[in-house]
Every structure is written in C-alpha cells, then in structure tokens.
C-alpha cells in the first residue's frame, strides 16, 4: 500500500480532531476499522519533531500538539487533564485529571474519571463512565487491526483494564480491577452451562473477575478470566440499574 503524502497526513489528522473522521465506525451494525486513520496517525509520529511546549506552569516536550478550543466544543476540562491533537471529544464530556490519545473518539456526556488513559485509536461512546485508575488500550498496528471499543451506556469500574482490541458491548457494567484482553476468556456462568466469548462482552452483560485452573508441566495453576455473573436490566432507568447492580453483586466504582 503507498505511503500517504504529508499533506494527506495533515488531513486525516485535522479530520480526526474534529470528529469528522473516525478510526472505526459502526456501519449496518458492524464496526469497521478506517485503516487509512491508522496509517495516518502512525505516519503523523513519524513526520513531526520534537518541541518544547509551555501551558501555564508546566512545560512538555513532544511530537503532537495538545487539544484545543474545549468551551467551543462544549467539554468540561479539570486540571491537570490532558486530550492530544487528533482526538475527538463530543459535546458533554467531562474529563477529570484523565489522559486521552491522538485518534480517540469520546461519545456525548461520557465521564473519563481520574487518572483514566483512553488509548490511540480507542471509540468511547456516549454516556460511558471510566472509573478511577481505568486503563482503555491504544491499538494502531497493524494498520487494520480494531482499536478498543466501548459501546453507549457501558460502565467500567476503577482500575479495569480493556486493551487489544475487545469490544464491551452496550450497557455492559464491568466490575473494578477486571482485566479484558483478546485472549482472556470472558465467561457467562448465568446458565446450567459456561458459555466463553474472547474479545467481546455483550450488552448488559455484568462482569466481575475470576480466575480457572489450567494444566502444566509443573503443576496446576489458576490463570485470570472474566466472569459474566448477571445482566443488567434494560427496561429501569441507567443509572437506577447501574447502582441495584453494583450493590447486588458487590461491585463498586
């Protein structure tokens, strides 16, 4: 595939930072990747020099320049909270001391808690809650690949991971300290049997940790999974059926 051309570059970028592009998107109910952003914000990096910038009291030294234009774009910024150039915050968004990547896209009224990353790449959607401590994964290479993906309504607890691509459907609660990767099993032990998705948690799908034996050489040992333990109640109000389900399941935020 050709190299994109500088001035490509610059657009794709400009593009992303507005909103008007997207890493990925869902079309007719499928995400799909915009390889092409990738490639961009990859090619972006390798463009650019480093510089030194000075906002207020503090001084950086990078390649990608910081967000702007926050009151315009309707988003509450608390200090020291930081948005890279090229990522996309919708109208309504709070970030509290949080760290957002170039190529993110954040959805409507979504809360990126205190010391929250949302990685390169990563799709948010509107009215999410990152906790405190959440780590959301940033996947640009290879080109292609599907960056992290947390659907509307979801909420995820202090200190969950979500990295390499997995999808948390809408509405999903995922419990504190949960981690969720593309080869960690998540099982639903709701019914007579355990049913494993990798890479995906369904909708309303409530998620505590767990663990499960495995076999080795040397022994047996237990190796991290996620476990469906319940779903949450769509037809109650969001925020009435996130706190029944937080509570009757032990979860907190």
């Known amino acids: 595939m050709s190299q994109l051309s500088r001035e490509r570059v610059e657009e794709v970028i400009a593009a992303l930072d507005r909103g008007e592009t997207r890493v990925a998107e869902r079309v007719d109910g499928k995400w799909r990747v915009n390889e092409e952003a990738q490639r ?45 150039y090229g990522a996309f915050l919708s109208p309504g968004v709070v970030l509290m001391p949080s760290y957002v990547n170039i190529g993110a896209w954040v959805g409507p009224n979504t809360m990126v808690d205190t010391w929250a990353t949302v990685g390169s790449g990563a799709q948010i959607g509107a009215d999410v809650h990152l906790s405190g401590g959440v780590g959301i994964g940033g996947v640009l290479e290879p080109p292609g690949a599907r960056p992290v993906i947390v659907e509307d309504g ?34 639903d032990v709701t019914g007579p049997e355990p049913v494993e998705h990798r890479g995906y948690v369904p909708p309303r799908a409530i998620v505590v940790p767990g663990t499960r034996p495995k076999e080795f050489p040397a022994g047996t040992f237990n190796l991290a999974c996620a476990l469906i333990i319940g779903w949450r109640d769509a037809s109650t109000d969001l925020r009435v059926s996130l706190n029944a389900a937080l509570r009757e399941h032990g979860l907190s935020g």
């Open 154 to 187: 979801a909420f995820v607890g202090s200190r969950a991971a979500v990295v390499e691509g997995v999808v948390v459907g809408e509405q999903a609660v995922i419990g504190p300290h949960v981690t969720l990767g593309a080869s960690i099993p998540v099982i």
């Open 40 to 84: 961009a914000i990859l090619e972006y990096f390798r463009l650019r020099a480093l510089e030194p910038r000075e906002v207020g009291p503090f001084e950086y030294h990078d390649k990608i320049p910081l967000k702007r234009g926050y009151e315009q774009l309707g988003v509450r910024v608390v200090p020291p909270a930081t948005a890279r």
